[in-house]
């Protein structure tokens, strides 16, 4: 008698697509996954298409095959064997213990379309492969699959408002692709079940670590116990994965003659020293700095579905703005703006923006992202085009004189204001902010706030909380880059 298969649903044989040591983890060792929060953010994001596409495919009769592992698949026959004429979402159907569902049934003539719906912009290999497994399933399943589409964002939606996303999902023909993998699928269904019941396999890191999905076992597969990680010298993900696979753990362990690049051999550098590293200049190009100073950072959304009539998916929209005021003499003002009324804010941001910044002094910001979010919203609103492209013209970017001229072996290749900031003002660190500590955060935790998150408002206590955390962690923001000033310029 052959051994029973072991039991595989869709995503764990993506997951064996992209690497079957991570297939095997998943099943035996789940313990060693770290879940990020932009995993979680995108999963939340995946929901919500997916929700978007019953509104948009649903019709009066049609049925969602609620999520139970008792009787879902029993609940999808029992709906085909009744004859149903109507969309079905969320039909189970296992084949040789490979589970799947299927986004969206809708039947046509004697047979179906059937949908898969991404929250991605468009069709990826790995999607033709994914429609491929539901291809296989539901044929073998005696379902007639007449054709087989991958429904995807359509980034040039514009959404009109009172929750009419017509429009929004674009629809790919995948069928002729689809039924040339069947090969492929019975391949992969064989390596998935090997990776599931066999010993872990032995595979080694490198890019597909991060490709197509950055994978929850990477602190367990990649050496991050060393007090500088080999990934700490940055670069691209094969050369780092060489040297890991070559036996390196810590940055220090690497040969500096196996160092090519200039920035590897400068972190290499300055972390065998054990030192940071303060370049001259920094100081004299800060001092030359008239005041008033504007600190500035913003906060954006870019949700795949649009909130606020006008926008587009994924549109990066700024919600929330902070601002450190330094005078000449050490005087230093803050400012911010932030509104959960849940009306698009993005007209009295830029308004009450220009009040803040005034006509004089530079606006300091951290990378270029405040330039590209005012130059949207000079795009959004021409009629305030003139004070925002003059704001602009002040903007002084920190960013790059803080990587030409320090490094601190603690930074780990990293030049992002949370790396640098504990490691030139150690009495601040984002791990102590409450709640929301990173920009993706911040964005789901607005969107919690105003009730676009759940489908529902939050609590009165939860609201207030949300509040207390994206005003602290925006704030935190500018006032890390105050502190970053004053390190590198003490006087001033
Ligand atoms: S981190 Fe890389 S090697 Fe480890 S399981 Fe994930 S994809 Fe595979």
């Known amino acids: 008698m052959s051994p029973p298969r072991p039991y595989l649903s869709k995503s764990r044989l993506i997951s064996a697509w992209q690497c079957p040591k991570k297939l095997h983890l998943e099943k035996h060792h789940k313990d060693l996954a770290v879940i990020t929060s932009q995993m979680e953010s995108a999963f939340a994001g995946g929901h919500q298409v997916g929700d978007i596409a019953q509104q948009l495919y649903g019709t009066d009769q049609s049925v969602e095959v609620e999520f139970n592992f008792k009787t879902m698949v029993a609940e999808t026959k029992r709906l085909i064997d009744n004859g149903a004429d109507f969309p079905i979402f969320e039909a189970t159907f296992r084949y040789e213990n490979v589970l799947i569902r299927a986004d969206v049934m809708i039947p046509e003539g004697d047979g179906w379309h059937i949908i898969e719906v991404k929250a991605s912009t468009s069709v990826k290999d790995y999607h033709v492969l994914d429609c491929a497994i539901q291809d296989w399933v539901l044929r073998n399943s005696g379902i007639n699959v007449l054709s087989i589409s ?21 629809e790919n023909d995948l069928t002729e692709a689809v039924r040339a993998m069947e090969y492929d699928v019975l391949e992969l269904v064989a390596k998935a079940r090997e990776a599931v ?50 036996g390196y753990r810590d940055i220090r362990d690497v040969k500096r003659s196996e160092i090519t690049a200039e920035q590897q051999l400068r972190i290499h550098r300055v972390t065998e020293s054990g030192k940071a590293e303060v370049l001259p200049g920094a100081r004299e190009i800060l001092e030359a700095l008239p005041y008033p100073r504007y600190y500035l950072d913003f906060e954006t959304i870019g949700p795949a579905i649009p909130v606020w009539k006008g926008t587009r998916p994924y549109a990066a929209l700024p919600i929330q703005w902070s601002c450190h005021i330094e005078e000449e003499g050490g005087e230093m003002r803050h400012e911010e703006f932030l509104d959960l009324s849940g009306e698009p804010p993005m007209w009295a941001l830029a308004e009450q923006l220009i009040a803040c910044l005034g006509e004089t002094g530079p606006v300091l910001m951290y990378t270029s992202y405040e330039k590209t979010v ?9 009629d305030l085009a003139e004070p925002l492209a003059a704001i602009v013209n002040r903007l002084w970017d920190l960013h790059p004189l803080v990587k030409t001229h320090y490094y601190h072996p603690d930074m780990l290749g990293s030049w992002s204001v949370k790396a640098v900031l504990p490691c030139m003002a150690p009495h601040m660190d984002y791990s102590q902010l409450e709640g929301i500590k990173e920009g993706m955060a911040a964005s789901d935790g607005f969107l919690e706030a105003i009730g676009s998150r759940a489908g529902r408002a939050p609590t009165v206590e939860r609201k207030a909380e949300l509040e207390e955390q994206l005003l602290r962690y925006c704030k935190f923001d500018t006032e890390a880059m105050v502190e970053i000033v004053r390190f590198l310029a003490p006087t001033t």
């Open 150 to 170: 991958l429904a995807h964002i359509n980034n040039q939606f514009v959404y009109q408002g009172d929750g009419n996303y017509d429009g929004l999902l674009l």
């Open 374 to 382: 005012i130059n949207g919203l000079i795009e959004m609103f021409p």
């Open 197 to 246: 019941s066999g010993p872990e396999p032995l595979i080694d890191v490198g890019p597909h670590c991060n490709k197509p999905y950055e994978c929850q076992f990477i602190s367990h597969c990649w050496p991050m116990d060393a007090q500088y990680p080999v990934t700490g010298l940055g670069g691209g993900k094969a050369r780092l994965a060489e040297w890991v696979v070559a």
